[in-house]
């Protein structure tokens, strides 16, 4: 079977997918430039390809680890019953080494927080903490 009518035989392993799935199914004898240009031409594969969106952001420069934190609460509500109760992840990383915590929680109270941050702050204490301007953040306690 020639290589081309690969793609358009569903029992084939490389079958609709995309230049990595077709390659790996041909075991490398046909040459991933070559299948690139010709899944190019064909409809199927172009209509289908997701369209992949740049996205800018801000740098965030830092020169070692410890200058800055990033923190945020994960909602996992729905997940309570499978964990023990707990609703929520309090997640903070270095943004430099990448080094993460994640605690979990009960609740989003102040308190619980404030206590979850000092476990964190045990460890290691940045001289930023980046968080968004969520009540759990922006209180009296905290």
């Given at each position: 079977m020639e290589w081309k009518n690969i793609y358009r035989v569903p029992?084939?392993?490389g079958s609709f997918g995309g230049i990595d799935a077709v390659h790996r199914s041909l075991k490398g004898k046909v040459?991933?430039?070559?299948?690139?240009n010709w899944l190019h031409t064909k409809e199927s594969y172009t209509l289908q390809k997701p369209v992949r969106?740049?996205?800018d952001?801000?740098?965030v420069i830092v020169g070692r680890i410890n200058q800055q934190f990033q923190a945020d609460l994960v909602?996992?509500?729905s997940l309570s019953p499978f964990n023990d109760g707990y609703k929520y992840l309090l997640t903070c990383i270095?943004?430099?080494s990448k080094y993460a915590w994640a605690m979990p929680l009960k609740n989003k109270k102040s308190e619980s927080?404030?206590?979850?941050f000092k476990k964190i702050f045990?460890?290691?204490i940045p001289k930023k903490l980046q968080t968004d301007a969520g009540k759990e953040f922006v209180n009296v306690v905290f």
């Amino acid at each position: 079977m020639e290589w081309k009518n690969i793609y358009r035989v569903p029992e084939h392993a490389g079958s609709f997918g995309g230049i990595d799935a077709v390659h790996r199914s041909l075991k490398g004898k046909v040459s991933r430039k070559d299948i690139k240009n010709w899944l190019h031409t064909k409809e199927s594969y172009t209509l289908q390809k997701p369209v992949r969106k740049k996205i800018d952001t801000n740098r965030v420069i830092v020169g070692r680890i410890n200058q800055q934190f990033q923190a945020d609460l994960v909602d996992m509500q729905s997940l309570s019953p499978f964990n023990d109760g707990y609703k929520y992840l309090l997640t903070c990383i270095d943004v430099l080494s990448k080094y993460a915590w994640a605690m979990p929680l009960k609740n989003k109270k102040s308190e619980s927080i404030v206590s979850a941050f000092k476990k964190i702050f045990s460890e290691r204490i940045p001289k930023k903490l980046q968080t968004d301007a969520g009540k759990e953040f922006v209180n009296v306690v905290f």
